[in-house]
């Protein structure tokens, strides 16, 4: 067996170790079973399963990927957006498929003002889940923001055909309609 420089093995350890740790962040979207549950809840059932589909979409399947997005959702709500980018982005680059890194990310960018990054994240989140109605909310409230209100509008009726008791989307299209915005003709 052949001896490996000491160099050599630190830069292959370095090389191995987060294959193996984001290797099974490959988290899916969650299961359609939960998302036709959703649908037929009751508005005093529906936070219930909510919970339950954001925490499908918390699981990266590894640890490490976790606890970089428990880190970064830690900092946000410390208001620290700058680190919370920070780990956010962290958990991104190694884990790119996992749409819900992207969609904190968002949040963070969001909460710093910074819509142009907030609004690729979304995008990224939806590539990867298209049923991510907290995305499709998040890229709704963005284009609100940037006055296409027939645009917002039609993005609150996605989230509202996924998740009919979505309380804010349902608010921000009763609102938008209120002022002759996104009505149906």
Not at 40 to 61: D, F, N
Not at 86 to 103: I, K, N, S, V
């Amino acid at each position: 067996m052949r001896i490996l420089p000491v160099n050599l093995k630190r830069h292959l350890a370095a090389i191995v170790l987060p294959v193996l740790l984001c290797g099974p962040a490959l988290a899916a979207p969650a299961p359609a079973e939960l998302f036709e549950k959703l649908q037929s809840s009751t508005a005093q059932e529906a936070p219930r399963v909510v919970k339950e589909i954001e925490l499908e979409w918390s699981r990266s399947g590894s640890a490490a990927m976790d606890l970089l997005l428990r880190r970064g959702r830690d900092a946000m709500q410390d208001g620290n957006f700058g680190l919370a980018i920070e780990h956010l982005t962290a958990l991104t680059d190694h884990a790119p498929r996992f749409a819900e890194g992207y969609h904190a990310r968002a949040k963070a960018y969001f909460r710093a003002n910074l819509y142009g990054p907030a609004l690729d994240d979304l995008e990224t989140t939806l590539a990867l889940d298209p049923t991510h109605f907290d995305a499709i909310f998040g890229l709704a409230v963005l284009f609100q923001e940037f006055g296409d209100l027939r645009k917002a509008a039609s993005l609150y009726r996605e989230v509202l055909a996924l998740h009919p008791n979505h309380e804010n989307a349902s608010k921000a299209l009763t609102r938008l309609r209120r002022d002759g915005i996104g009505r149906e003709i």
